[in-house]
């Protein structure tokens, strides 16, 4: 029994191990940080990329650079001819060689200079490549110590746990030790004793194996039933989470249709508003127009009242006059037979003229009369068009 516990000590501590070093070789899997650089030759480049340099034989033609070829061709002459005896030959002579030495001489100095200037980018770039060269060594160097203290941090957990497995199983196995001691003892104490107690104590030992092993299942029973309640739990809970999941985006979207719905009736409203404060202003410049065109035509009637009361004034005053007339020539007829037939046909004259006068007057009575109609029938309008304006500014206001 002590050698079967044993062992399988010991196949824990292997299996301990085993998945201790697996997981150490997949924390120490390494990292390739190398980078693989590629040699290009300008040969190998494409051909649209190469017509965008400029040959060296063709430098002089671009920019002016003097070039072997250029040079050759202007300031190398392998002819090897007598020197003229005339001076006005030799000092032109001097004078192109001096012109070429100040070209050579210019060349030289913007040669030195952009010597100078390759030089100097070509340092800088050697900075540059060396400045990146020490921070990928410097990343490298922080990846790897950060590499090894998690190694090391995970070697001390593992190593943590195995001994605080070991100690378990130490301590477990200690237990159980003692116990199968202790019944080992009972039994050998029960076989030195009568039989009797021999049975009690195989009996006992049956009845704790029993014990151990009911206790056992249904230990095993309820973890299945933890397990299974656990599981059916984490199902309601994920089903809960699904529904509220659900829930919050039906109430998203309905939230969403709800602030379109609202910002298109507050659309609708402001066009309906517009369209009403257009109608609004359209109406109130037809009352504007109305009342105007009101006003000048009770204006023009009212001037016309003027006139004719004027008229009626006038032909009032012509009236009396004629009646005044009349009445002297009525004092002059008694005293005046014998003229009597003589104004007979002059007061026939007035007569009529005096009809006529009062035609006059009651077509002019007449006349006002409508004036005074119209005149009223205008005033109302006028006030109907100012309750319709006050109730359309009231309207205006409200919305």
């Known amino acids: 029994m002590i050698n079967k516990i044993a062992l399988a000590i010991v196949c824990l501590i292997a299996g301990f191990s085993l998945s201790f070093l697996k997981f150490q070789k997949e924390d120490e899997a390494p990292k390739d940080t190398n980078q693989t650089i590629y040699s290009i030759n300008f040969d190998d480049l494409p ?12 430098l002089y033609e671009y920019g002016g650079y003097i070039t072997p070829k250029s040079y050759m061709q202007n300031f190398v002459d392998d002819k090897d001819l007598n020197l003229s005896n005339n001076v006005n030959e030799l000092q032109e002579q001097v004078r192109e060689l001096s012109k070429k030495n100040e070209i050579l001489a210019a060349d030289n100095v913007d040669m030195s200079e952009k010597n100078l200037d390759f030089i100097s980018k070509i340092s800088e770039m050697k900075r540059n490549i060396e400045n990146e060269k020490n921070e990928i060594v410097e990343k490298n160097q922080k990846a790897l110590g950060e590499l090894e203290a998690q190694h090391f941090e995970n070697i001390q957990a593992l190593t943590k746990r195995l001994n605080e497995a070991q100690a378990d199983m130490i301590e477990s196995s200690k237990a159980y030790e ?19 107690k021999l049975k009690d104590a195989e009996a006992g030992f049956n009845k704790f194996k029993e014990s151990f092993e009911a206790n056992y299942t249904a230990l095993k029973e309820q973890n299945n039933e933890l397990n299974a309640t656990l599981a059916q739990k984490e199902a309601l809970i994920k089903e809960y989470e699904k529904a509220q999941s659900e829930k919050d985006r039906g109430e998203k979207k309905e939230i969403l249709l709800l602030k379109e719905e609202i910002e298109r009736v507050k659309n609708d409203a402001d066009t309906q508003k517009f ?23 009770l204006s023009k009637k009212a001037n016309k009242i003027i006139d004719l009361q004027e008229a009626l004034e006038s032909n009032k005053t012509a009236l009396k006059d004629r009646i005044y007339e009349l009445e002297e020539i009525k004092k002059n007829l008694n005293s005046k037979d014998l003229m009597a037939q003589s104004y007979n046909g002059k007061n026939l004259e007035l007569n009529a003229s005096l ?19 119209e005149n009223k029938l205008a005033n109302e309008n006028i006030s109907s068009l100012k309750k319709e304006l006050e109730r359309a500014n009231a309207l205006n206001k409200k919305l």
């Open 355 to 373: 009809a006529a006068l009062h035609k006059s007057f009651d077509d002019l009575k007449q006349k006002s009369l409508k004036s005074e109609q």
């Open 47 to 58: 051909e649209e990329e190469k017509q965008r340099y400029v040959s060296k034989d063709d």
């Open 275 to 297: 369209s009403y404060e257009k109608e609004i202003n359209a109406l109130n410049d037809g009352f504007e127009t109305q009342k105007s065109v009101m006003e000048d035509e």
């Open 178 to 196: 003692k116990k199968i001691i202790d019944l080992e003892n009972a039994i050998n104490d029960a076989r030195n004793g009568d039989e009797s």
